[in-house]
């Protein structure tokens, strides 16, 4: 069965310091889609990210960058000179291509909590 | 163009009560999601819609719970003698192209208090 785990609960950091968010999921599906969405005070979820199985290229977008290792089934979510407008709850999801496909399965989210 | 919107925002409603839920998806969009999200907690899948297939049902937690969508457009979820258990966000997500690749557009939710 797929299942996303996101072992840290609640971060609190300080404005500017980098921080990373787990994600580690388990699926038996050789095809799968990562995601990561942020939902913010404000309570609407948005997308950030989309990872195919088959490119573990990692990528960077301005302070965000993601971390894709298929050999430790990790997603990793970093935020880098944190600022308090990124304060929210951060959900990585995961959907199969064939088991349960289009069932995506989230994670319990993480709190970042960034201090000014 | 237009996101995915709710309604209504807010609901609150007594114990026994049937309450409607509705969603209108992205237009074009052939996936369409619900959640239940209770307070501070993360996202519990309900019901899921993709064109003309059959839904997939699995989720709802009970045969309180029932929702039907129209083609490939608007969605009503409906409670049934609804219990306080109930009270929870309830999100709408719709998506396109091939089902399981692609991200969810959430709307912002219904927020549903059973008194």
């Known amino acids: 069965a797929q299942k996303v785990t996101q072992a840290q609960t609640e971060i609190s950091v300080v404005e500017k310091e980098d921080v990373t968010l787990d994600c580690v999921y388990e699926?038996?599906?050789?095809?799968?889609?990562l995601f990561w969405y942020k939902q913010p005070p404000s309570g609407e979820l948005v997308f950030l990210i989309r990872?195919?199985?088959?490119?573990?290229q990692n990528e960077i977008s301005g302070r965000y960058s993601w971390n894709f290792q298929k050999s430790t089934s990790s997603f990793n979510f970093t935020i880098t000179a944190s600022q308090v407008v990124d304060s929210a709850v951060y959900f990585c999801?995961?959907?199969?291509?064939?088991?349960?496909?289009?069932?995506?399965?989230f994670g319990d989210g993480t709190t970042l909590t960034v201090k000014p | 163009g237009a996101g995915v919107s709710q309604s209504p925002s807010n609901k609150v409603t007594e114990k026994g009560k049937d309450v409607e839920l509705r969603c209108d998806p992205i237009?074009?969009?052939?996936?369409l999601y619900w959640y239940r999200q209770r307070l501070g907690q993360g996202l519990e899948f309900l019901i899921y819609?993709?064109?003309?297939?059959?839904?997939?049902k699995s989720g709802l937690p009970s045969d309180r719970f029932s929702a039907e969508r129209t083609g490939e457009s608007v969605s009503t979820l409906t409670i049934q003698r609804t219990q306080q258990e109930d009270s929870a966000v309830y999100l709408c997500?719709?998506?396109?192209?091939?089902?399981?690749?692609?991200?969810?557009?959430f709307g912002p939710g219904t927020r549903l208090t059973v008194t």
């Open positions: 819609f993709q064109g003309n297939s059959a839904p997939d």
């Open positions: 990872r195919n199985s088959f490119d573990e």
């Open positions: 999801a995961l959907s199969e291509a064939y088991t349960n496909a289009g069932k995506s399965t």
């Open positions: 997500a719709s998506s396109s192209g091939v089902r399981y690749s692609y991200e969810q557009y």
């Open positions: 237009s074009g969009h052939t996936a």
């Open positions: 699926t038996r599906d050789t095809t799968y889609y």
